[in-house]
């Protein structure tokens, strides 16, 4: 399985600021993914890092708003653009060795509280 | 679209049997994952299904029914520390740049009680 670390575990931001989250896995890793689940429900994916390439976004989220980075196949990062108070949440960074058939292991989170 | 539906409250009591149902609607199947998430902590893999049947895991079982987009996850000698949320995932049949994706559904919440 992979350990997955992000940083930063937690932060409070002001509207309209913007914070980038890193996740770092400590292996080789085939895909990242990076999900978001507000207070009491459940994860939704926001995108697929692609390394090397543009994330792969899912219906409701956009570049502009939630730019992700993957320079290396273990690091990836998420930025949370231009935030207001619904951004508040938990963001998840996951990843899978092989994609297709492999489990996916998740990072602890990222508790981002915005004011 | 993806349409992912379980129970969101589940209660039983230590040393006793439970089952978490599942069911969905995909466009595409490539199996279906049950995590296990503790309040404030990341979740964690319980069991993977991708073709219909039981799969044994210790206290942990997970079934699958392709054909009734269904599946179950059983506990069985609860313990307290088995009280948390239980999410049922499914993955897609996808190609290239999404592959692997998972979709969740909005998880149970099962409290133990002693």
């Known amino acids: 399985s992979a350990v997955i670390s992000q940083k930063p575990s937690r932060d409070i931001c002001q509207r309209g600021t913007s914070l980038t989250i890193q996740c770092q896995v400590d292996?080789?890793?085939?895909?990242m993914f990076w999900y978001r689940q507000q207070p009491g429900q459940s994860l939704t994916l926001i995108a697929t890092?692609?390394?090397?390439?543009?994330?792969?976004?899912e219906s409701g989220f956009v570049i502009d708003k939630f730019p992700i980075s993957r320079p290396n196949l273990t690091f990836s990062t998420l930025t949370v653009s231009n935030m207001s108070p619904e951004d508040s949440s938990i963001y998840l960074c996951s990843a899978s060795s092989s994609g297709s058939t492999e489990t996916q292991y998740f990072g602890p989170g990222t508790r981002l509280l915005v004011l | 679209g993806q349409n992912i539906d379980q129970p969101t409250e589940m209660t039983a009591t230590e040393g006793a049997i439970v089952q978490i149902n599942c069911t969905y609607q995909?466009?595409?199947?490539?199996?279906l994952f049950w995590y296990q998430q503790h309040a404030g902590e990341a979740p964690t893999f319980l069991s993977y299904n991708v073709l219909d049947g039981l799969e044994e895991k210790g206290r942990f079982s997970s079934f699958l029914s392709r054909s009734k987009g269904y599946s179950y996850l059983l506990l069985k000698e609860l313990q307290m520390k088995d009280s948390a949320s239980y999410l049922c995932a499914v993955r897609p049949l996808d190609r290239g740049s999404t592959l692997g994706r998972l979709y969740f559904g909005r998880g149970t919440q099962l409290t133990v009680w002693p």
């Open positions: 292996s080789q890793v085939t895909m």
């Open positions: 995909t466009s595409g199947f490539n199996g």
């Open positions: 890092a692609n390394q090397g390439s543009e994330a792969t976004y």
